[in-house]
Every structure is written in structure tokens, then in C-alpha cells.
């Protein structure tokens, strides 16, 4: 079974500063997608980004990227210029057509940014 | 656009009590999924739809009944409300792997 995995359950970032947030998880599948998802306090689930397996190029959305490392089954989320509002919940997700495409999460982390 | 559209907002229910959670969306999606969030947890899958008339429990789905008569729509019901079943409530539709689109989430007290 798929599993996602998030170690840090908290982080905080000086304001302006760069943060990098881990996700690994465990597949046998080759073709999946992998997600981060932020969660602030209006508790609205926001999609920040979306990395599609069989592309070797890291995706990136405005100050936000990810390192997607498929051998090893590494997703991190690097967050640049970090803002105030940046502050919230990240969960890391996976889907793949295996399991129709239902998300499977990791347990969140929380990011506190420091002004 | 819309995107999901959940309703109501807020919600008290007393023991025993049952309703209906509705979603809508209006991006032609294929998938839709409600998920319930304690507080500090991460989202749990109750049910899920690959498409209209057809759906599949999640990981907690006791409880809870769903239908999809239309792609549009995907209503939850609670059947006979618990105080375990205090929770807030997520709908979210899909495209295949393009991820999830969430509606805003219903805060449900049970009583």
C-alpha cells in the first residue's frame, strides 16, 4: 500500500527567508502525482503545487518549488521569501490511477513564520 | 466560476438527528471525495465517486451514506447523527490526477 510520510511535524522560518518542508513516500507504482496542499487557519484546503511523475523537471509556482527526487521517493517543498501568510498546515499528498486517483496524506506539517 | 460548493456553512445537529451535506461542482469533474478533519488531524476519506452512479466507501464511511445521480452533484448523508460525528466536513472534486479542488468545509456539532 502507498504510504506518504512527513517528519517535521512544526517549522518556522525568520520572515523573507527560504524554508524546505520533506515529504517521502512509498510506490510501486512508475506513473502517480504528487502534491502540497496548504491548510491555513480559514481551514480551506489550498492546492500549491502539483509534480507529475514521469516529468524530471521540478515544478514551480511563483516563490513556491519542489525538489522531486523519484528514485528515492523524495518530494520537498522549498518555500522562498517567506510571507506572513505562508504561515499555515502543509500536507504532502499522493494519488495514482490504481487507487482512483484518491488522495493518500501525510500527516501535515506546520509552518510558523517569524516576523 | 464556482468550483465546489458546499452547503451549509455551519451546522448543529442533536443525537439521533439526520441531514444531508450538499456539494456541488461545476468544473465537469469526474472524481469527487468528502473527507472529515478532527481538530489537529490530518483528512479522512468517508466515501468517493469515480463518476455519476457510481461511488465506494473510504476509510471511515460508517454512518454515512452517499449517491451520484449527476456528475454535478454529490450530497452526504448522515444517517443517525453521533457526537463522534462532530467533525468539520470537506468536499473536493478532480479531474484524474490534476488534484483536488476543496470546497470551503462544514463545521458540524452533533449535540
Known amino acids: 500500500a502507498q504510504t506518504v510520510t512527513q517528519s517535521q511535524p512544526e517549522m518556522s522560518v525568520q520572515e523573507a527567508e527560504t524554508v524546505t518542508l520533506s515529504c517521502t513516500y512509498d510506490t510501486s507504482e512508475s506513473d502517480y502525482y504528487l502534491f502540497w496542499y496548504k491548510q491555513p487557519p480559514s481551514r480551506q484546503m489550498i492546492l500549491v503545487i502539483r509534480q507529475e511523475a514521469y516529468k524530471q523537471q521540478n515544478a514551480t509556482e511563483n516563490r513556491f518549488s519542489v525538489n522531486f527526487q523519484k528514485a528515492a521517493k523524495s518530494f520537498s517543498l522549498k518555500i522562498s521569501d517567506s510571507q506572513l501568510g505562508d504561515a499555515a498546515m502543509y500536507f504532502c499528498?499522493?494519488?495514482?490511477?490504481?487507487?482512483?486517483?484518491?488522495?493518500?496524506w501525510g500527516a501535515g506539517t506546520k509552518l510558523i513564520i517569524k516576523p | 466560476n464556482a468550483g465546489v460548493t458546499q452547503t451549509p456553512k455551519f451546522q448543529v445537529l442533536k443525537t439521533g438527528q439526520s441531514m444531508t451535506l450538499q456539494c456541488a461542482q461545476d468544473?465537469?469533474?469526474?472524481?469527487m471525495s468528502w473527507y472529515r478533519q478532527d481538530p489537529g488531524m490530518g483528512l479522512r476519506l468517508i466515501h468517493y465517486s469515480v463518476g455519476a452512479g457510481i461511488t465506494d466507501q473510504g476509510e471511515v464511511p460508517n454512518g454515512y451514506n452517499v449517491s451520484r445521480s449527476t456528475t454535478e452533484d454529490f450530497p452526504l448523508r448522515l444517517l443517525s447523527a453521533a457526537p463522534s460525528q462532530t467533525s468539520v466536513y470537506f468536499c473536493?472534486?478532480?479531474?484524474?490526477?490534476?488534484?483536488?479542488?476543496f470546497g470551503s468545509g462544514t463545521r458540524l456539532t452533533v449535540v
Open positions: 468544473m465537469n469533474h469526474e472524481y
Open positions: 499528498a499522493y494519488s495514482a490511477m490504481d487507487s482512483n486517483y484518491q488522495l493518500i
Open positions: 473536493a472534486s478532480s479531474w484524474e490526477g490534476n488534484g483536488y479542488t
